[in-house]
């Protein structure tokens, strides 16, 4: 859920202008699940605009306070939300602690990166929600050691239904600084999108699994 609609087309305006979304109907990309797509998102590459991560590590760490007041920590998803989420816990004067996909098979063999004890509140913070399924993995990890998952807030979705649904089984909260319908919105009222093009990405939409570029 988009919380604030001004801030959503502004965030989908500052990643399009820094191409951390790169929109190509044309020539689509291949994701790593095999999908064809006419959209790409890499929120990492925000972290080298500093004018651009201050307004995203602001604009989350406010809808945090609003959403839950003040956790005990802040928890970024890695690889993706580890900058913005120390970021957003710098902002707060929170802990700060990150989860990896899975545990180290070396050393202390952490899943969980820093000092995070039972009970204790936090908030995860993710760069992008596509199925959610990575995400939820974290929500699970720090599930498994008693902590208290508030709820999540992410830069953008795709908003895809699969993700909707995996959520609602976590029942985990989700809010998102932008969204997809946002950033078409915004992508056509600025023409940075034709027409033509626009109704490729409508259409991808609808069914991103079984779309391709014909």
């Not at 929109?23 to 004018?51: H, M, Q, V």
């Not at 928890?75 to 899975?102: C, H, M, S």
């Amino acid at each position: 859920m988009v919380l604030d609609k001004n801030t959503a087309k502004k965030t989908a305006e500052l990643l399009l202008q820094i191409n951390a979304i790169k929109l190509k109907p044309e020539n689509p990309f291949t994701w790593a699940s095999g999908w064809k797509s006419p959209i790409y998102c890499d929120n990492r590459i925000l972290l080298s605009y500093p004018i651009i991560r201050n307004y995203i590590r602001d604009e989350m760490a406010k809808q945090v306070e609003q959403l839950y007041g003040k956790p005990d920590c802040i928890v970024g998803v890695a690889t993706g939300a580890i900058g913005i989420g120390a970021l957003v816990a710098d902002k707060l004067n929170l802990p700060f602690v990150y989860v990896r996909p899975e545990a180290k098979s070396h050393g202390r063999q952490n899943q969980i990166e820093g000092h995070l004890e039972a009970h204790q509140s936090v908030v995860v913070i993710e760069d992008l929600i596509s199925t959610g399924k990575s995400s939820l993995n974290a929500v699970d990890a720090l599930r498994a050691i008693d902590a208290n998952v508030k709820g999540m807030l992410a830069i953008f979705t795709y908003g895809f239904e699969t993700a909707l649904n995996n959520f609602q089984e976590k029942n985990i909260e989700l809010h998102t600084l932008s969204s997809y319908e946002y950033l078409i919105e915004q992508a056509s009222d600025t023409g940075y999108v034709k027409e033509e093009q626009l109704k490729t990405l409508m259409e991808w939409r609808k069914d991103p699994s079984h779309w391709s570029n014909k």
